[in-house]
């Protein structure tokens, strides 16, 4: 497996060693989780994601969601898979699985549901009141505040 090289960007940036982490893990997890179930990552709105996993013939009962230390993960195991028919043929998969999805800062899982066979998981960024943009007043030589609107670009 290839590896990238991060140096460049360490020269002149501080704390985005997690980036080249979270590239190798990924890397690595692509190659090992095959392609089942598939799954659909959509976005919704400016800060609204789905993620909607195939999970045909799986019940809510053996499906499990988690998230840990920013890490989505997605499994299901089959209650029983030995008390099914005899098959002269099985497309369709019955073995248990795990997905992971590496979550970014602030997105929080807001629900799941499960329909006709596609487990959709709904999240949302949610950034702290201290991240959000809000205007700065700036003071001008006659002691007066001018409000600047961060927005327009325009003082107010």
Known sequence: MNTIDFSPLYRSSVGFDRIAALLDRS???????GGYPPYNIEVMDDDCYAISLAVAGFSKEELEIKVEQSVLSVSGERADPETAGRYLYQGIASRSFERRFN?????????????????TIKLQRQLPEAMKPRAIAIDDSTGQVLEHDTSSGHAA
């Open 103 to 119: 979550l970014a800062d602030h997105v929080e899982v807001i629900g799941a549901e499960l329909n006709n066979g596609l487990l």
């Open 27 to 33: 890397l690595r997890a692509d190659q090992s989780a």
